[in-house]
């Protein structure tokens, strides 16, 4: 059986790739770093972001395992127009995958992005990986595997938030588990 540990980012200081985390992001990335310790962790693929990587560095430090950087692992940009409704166009395309705002990604174009890394991480060798990303990018992995998660499981998204995908004889289920 093959695990995949997928985290959201840690509380960051705005959407900015370059923004980090907060005091208090910086306190959860510790707890995660707890969260992972009796946990044997072979591979971390983080988020290009500051704040996917500040998320993750203290477990990493800990591990002594390098953090790869995946560009695939971006948070999906709905619109380089800023909408003032931008939640309801959000959640239109949880229910139409292929909508698609100017110059932003369809809901489907983000979920093959980060099902190609997973899909990777699966045909590897390796047990156990983490992948840290966002929130929008994490939700349309999770409705992949289950087409109920939707709009409003991407609200009850906590920073951070962990689900553990396993692959076990090609079937792959997900479970929160950060609570």
């Known amino acids: 059986m093959k695990k995949i540990y997928v985290i959201r980012h840690c509380e960051a200081d705005g959407q900015p790739p370059e923004a980090q985390l907060t005091d208090r992001g910086l306190k959860q990335a510790l707890d995660l770093c707890e969260f992972f310790a009796n946990i044997s ?7 290009p972001y ?6 993750i560095q203290p477990l990493a430090k800990r591990l002594n395992v390098e953090v790869e950087i995946e560009s695939k692992l971006t948070e999906r940009v709905l619109s380089t127009k800023n909408f003032s409704d931008w939640s309801e166009k959000l ?6 995958m292929e909508l698609k705002f100017e110059g932003g990604e369809s809901s489907l174009d983000a979920m093959n992005r980060i099902v190609e890394v997973v899909e990777n991480v699966f045909n590897s060798n390796n047990k156990n990986t983490i992948i840290v ?24 998204l906590s920073n951070p ?3 553990l995908l396993k ?4 079937k792959v289920t997900s479970e929160r588990l950060w609570k």
Do not use: C, P
């Open 41 to 47: 962790i072979e591979r971390i693929i983080a988020s």
């Open 50 to 55: 500051k704040r996917a990587i500040e998320s």
């Open 91 to 96: 959640r239109t395309t949880f229910d139409d």
């Open 133 to 156: 990303t966002h929130g929008n990018l994490m939700s349309l992995l999770l409705k992949h595997f289950n087409q109920k998660f939707g709009f409003n499981d991407w609200k009850n």
């Open 161 to 163: 938030d962990v689900y």
């Open 167 to 170: 692959n076990e004889n090609n």
